[in-house]
DNA sequence: CTTAACTTTCAGAAATTTCTGAAAATTGTA
DNA sequence: TACAATTTTCAGAAATTTCTGAAAGTTAAG
């Protein structure tokens, strides 16, 4: 369990960013090992990589499997626990992006709609609602176009997002065909 | 400043939302209240309402404005600084969202760009960067097609995300009429 | 059943982040 | 310029998160 200059970086680079996309240091430390390395590890080669402690990184893989972004797989003749990513970079960036989208939409969606249902009292709440049902409106539409691209298969995905500026001509192309705007 | 407890519970929760969309409770809540409330707001006003110091909303209200979220304005005959949300609540999505991948994806892509330049020395280094360019590519993938969501008009947008499975019938329409797949 | 290999748990320690409030700095007005 | 109103700063306090390591729990093999 040597790494090299560029694994180390890579794996310190994201640990620091972990924060930012959701887990902390040694989390997103132990993630990038996983990803990186080219073969299974178990719990004590990580805390050796990684030096921190064996419990930590016991709650960090348990934390990591509810993520759905390492899979537990068994070496013959080998008691220890084996973990790697839980598939392609492709996968890997999908799950993210799934996991991303309940972790930080859903709450809100269910907490708003909830807020939605009382009746406004006075003039102040009837304005609150209606930013409220704005917030709302623009979130759960973000909802269902996350779900969308979540749902596209690897070609169709990579063909949209590389379509760049040809998307406004795409849409325009649509909107001659069924002759609306969505807007009116 | 009487908070309605609609009010009340959408700011509590953008507060504790706060960690996950990229800033601390504070800052999440002074957002919200900003965001929810008619009129503009001053920071005596903040730090009543949300029962923090006033220190507090003055560090708040600084990592807000570099977010580019709230405005300063001011009332006639008033030293004192105002403060609204930065547009609708659309604009304020937008913001968000560009913010949110500054901070997310650039960092990464500058440090795998780097990690790239680098000659592998051996055949862990060999594998260990093809792993770093597949990420890099997804990557920089990604940071293009979200400048291109971020350059579309709201009425483009707002057709895009509502097309739904829609956008599988639209991409194969394009690949007839240029004839091909970007996967081949 | 027993044992040894391994994993998980969790109380408290350490590290980090956030918050307070008093002092310093800034700014508009006279 | 002087002053009062307002905002900013920042050292230390408080709160929160993360980490450790020893003890408890689990499991496969004999």
């Given at each position: 369990m040597k790494l090299s200059s560029?694994?180390?970086?890579?794996?310190?680079?994201?640990?620091?960013?972990?924060?930012?996309?959701?887990?902390?240091r040694t989390v997103g430390q132990m993630f990038a090992l996983l990803t990186i390395h080219p073969s299974p590890l178990n719990a004590e080669q990580l805390a050796q990589a990684l030096k921190i402690s064996r419990g930590n990184v016991s709650m960090g893989l348990k934390e990591l499997q509810a993520w759905r972004l390492i899979e537990l797989q068994h070496q013959p003749g080998d008691r220890k626990d084996y973990f790697t990513a839980a598939g392609?970079?492709?996968?890997?960036?999908?799950?993210?992006?799934?996991?991303?989208?309940?972790?930080?939409?859903?709450?809100t969606l269910s907490l708003l709609r909830q807020l939605l249902l009382?009746?406004?009292?006075?003039?102040?709440?009837?304005?609150?609602?209606?930013?409220?049902?704005?917030?709302?409106?623009?979130?759960?539409?973000?909802?269902?176009?996350?779900?969308?691209?979540?749902?596209?298969?690897?070609d169709d995905l990579l063909r949209l997002m590389k379509l760049g500026s040809g998307i406004v001509k795409l849409l325009e192309l649509k909107s001659k065909m069924t002759g609306g705007k969505t807007s009116e």
């Open positions: 560029q694994a180390q970086a890579f794996v310190l680079h994201f640990g620091e960013m972990g924060n930012r996309w959701g887990f902390n392609s970079i492709w996968e890997l960036a999908r799950t993210v992006f799934e996991e991303r989208r309940k972790r930080e939409l859903d709450p009382n009746e406004p009292q006075d003039e102040q709440e009837v304005q609150a609602q209606e930013k409220i049902q704005e917030v709302y409106s623009l979130l759960e539409l973000l909802e269902e176009f996350a779900n969308t691209l979540s749902k596209l298969d690897h």
